[in-house]
């Protein structure tokens, strides 16, 4: 079985986020690249899924050279080559343009990717990608059982999952618990440096949706603490001051 | 070159979500000039539909084959791609969703349009169109400009508020069919909980973490919730330990919320899932440990053991109703 997973290479869930250039760049002082926590499930479902699958798996990331390393950190979970599409991820349809690029030339009966990356929260490559190669996409998903061709998946709606069951191949936008993350042990980080590697440029592909600046939500005003023996005026500040009750 | 709204049902009734999603169409339609149409698809009676009308709605395309009534995603993307492609709007709504989503991302590559999700604000429409969207998981915001084609924004709650109309809209029903390939493909079920208020849809949510010190804790939350029409969440460690079901689970690898209030009990704040709660407008946080990083982020706040706590703003609560 052949497995893509694409990954995000974004920064770390507790880095602070700031912007400079007026407003115009993140600002990437300090902070930690990591590969993007739902996409850590797809790879770690994809190496699950060497064991009793045979499976080969690729990682894919679009991006530029300083998401290398986050690639080799997938080889060394335990992916056996990695592609990069060289060049900025500018918006959701640009990156399933590119990523489809490479399913029609490779093709994969199994395509795994995060739900969402954590930087823009966009949601909608997996989506994107199956109409473009004419695949069924399904996300989140929770829990993957293949067979076979067969493939039972659960997928979370609102107030529930829902239950599927479809053949290969599909694409799926992970989320817990549909694996346990892995963490690469010593031989995997040194076996990652002889893996293959490649590096494509990208094709042409329209940018739809641009970004104009970015904004910090407005600062919470300060905290109004209530005596734990005057409960009363809690409520009577939901109902009269905030009018949410 | 209308403003079409993609409405949602569960089961029988149209989902909340929606109707912030037409009241939202109905804003960018008063700003151009034109009319709101809305899209429903499968089973539902005529009252639901005329009732859009209270929230913006001029016409209602009502697709009725209950091939539709199970929502799925290749079907439903496959009708609105031909109705989009007859009524040829300028905009289209919907309300962020697990299936609105994914239709809306089908229709963008089919039709060479642009999709903006998670947006937060209303669009400038003066020239081109603008609009703000939440991103690094709620901690900022990113303006953007929609370049390609149709212009399709999928809304996060509380991003415009539901405004008041009185139209009575036209129903047009409409026979069309979905006719996808051949995509072997079953749903066999769900496991939604009947009756429980959707922490999507919920105005107001009341979580609870591991200060609770365990499952059997809940009760006063579930009854918190229930005297405040809430509906429940809960922190990643409860989740992890089984303590609630993963349905519940707010913050960033969870469900992110944007309810009117946010109670958190007996939740420290990590930065993880300050992230899933702080576009709420109020929060309140309830905890025993004054220095827990959630007071930072929290409008109100009781330093106190929960366990006293909780049982008292129920009855408060039950007092002032």
């Known amino acids: 079985m052949k497995i893509l997973v694409c990954i995000t290479h974004v920064p770390d869930t507790t880095s602070r986020i700031a912007f400079v250039e007026d407003n115009t760049k993140f600002d990437k002082t300090n902070v930690q690249y990591i590969i993007g926590p739902y996409d850590d499930y797809a790879i770690s479902k994809a190496v699950d899924l060497k064991t009793n699958h045979n499976a080969e798996v690729t990682v894919l990331n679009v991006g530029l050279l300083d998401s290398d390393p986050t690639l080799r950190r997938a080889l060394a979970i335990g992916a056996d080559k990695a592609i990069r599409i060289n060049t900025e991820p500018k918006d959701s349809f640009y990156v399933a343009t590119q ?147 | ?56 709605c001029q016409k209602v395309i009502h697709v009725k084959d209950t091939q539709l009534d199970q929502p799925e995603i290749r079907s439903y993307a496959n009708i609105v791609v031909k109705l989009v492609k007859e009524y040829d709007p300028e905009y289209i709504i919907t309300a962020q969703s697990s299936i609105a989503d994914p239709i809306a991302a089908i229709l963008a590559v089919k039709t060479g349009s642009s999709l903006v999700t998670n947006v937060t604000s209303l669009p400038e429409v003066n020239s081109g169109c603008r609009l703000e969207r939440g991103i690094y998981s709620g901690k900022a915001f990113e303006t953007v400009e929609l370049n390609a084609g149709k212009k399709i924004i999928s809304i996060k709650k509380n991003a415009s508020g539901i405004s008041e109309y009185d139209f009575d809209p036209e129903i047009i029903n409409s026979d069309l069919k979905p006719d996808t390939d051949a995509i072997e493909l079953k749903i066999t079920g769900n496991d939604k909980a009947k009756g429980d208020v959707l922490l999507s849809e919920a105005e107001i949510v009341v979580s609870g973490g591991r200060g609770l010190k365990g499952p059997e804790n809940w009760g006063m939350v579930e009854e918190l919730a229930d005297v405040l029409h809430a509906a429940k969440g809960c922190s990643k460690p409860v989740s992890d330990a089984n303590w609630r079901p993963h349905r519940e689970h707010v913050g960033q690898t969870g469900i992110k919320v944007s309810p009117n209030l946010y109670i958190a009990i007996g939740i420290s704040g990590a930065i993880q899932h300050l992230a899933g709660v702080s576009s709420s407008k109020y929060i309140v946080v309830i905890n025993n440990d004054p220095d827990a990083p959630f007071f930072k982020a929290a409008d109100y706040g009781i330093v106190g053991d929960a366990f006293k706590i909780v049982p008292k703003l129920i009855e408060s609560i039950k007092k002032y109703k």
């Open chain 1, 99 to 245: 990523i489809a690029e490479i399913i029609n030339k490779y093709r994969y009966d199994l395509i795994l990717m995060g739900r969402e990356s954590i930087d823009f929260n966009g949601g909608v490559v997996h989506a994107m990608v199956g109409e473009l190669v004419n695949i069924a996409a399904f996300s989140p998903v929770m829990e993957m059982d293949i067979n076979g061709n067969n493939v039972k998946i659960s997928r979370e709606i609102e107030g529930g999952k829902e239950f599927i069951e479809t053949k290969l191949p599909i694409i799926a936008g992970c989320q817990e618990p549909i694996a346990e993350w892995k963490i690469p042990n010593m031989r995997g980080i040194m076996t990652a440096r002889t893996k293959p590697f490649e590096v494509v440029e990208p094709i042409e592909a329209d940018v739809r949706v641009k970004t104009e600046k970015f904004s910090l939500p407005p600062q919470k005003g300060n905290i109004k603490l209530i005596d734990p023996e005057q409960v009363d005026e809690l409520v009577e500040l939901l109902i009269n001051e905030a009018k949410v009750i």
């Open chain 2, 1 to 56: 070159m209308a403003v079409l709204v993609l409405i949602e049902r569960d089961e029988d009734k149209i989902k909340k979500t929606s109707f912030e999603a037409v009241s939202y169409g109905a804003e960018i339609a008063k700003k151009k000039n034109e009319l709101v149409f809305c899209i429903v698809l499968g089973s539902i009676e005529k009252d639901k539909l005329k009732a859009l009308g209270k929230f913006g």
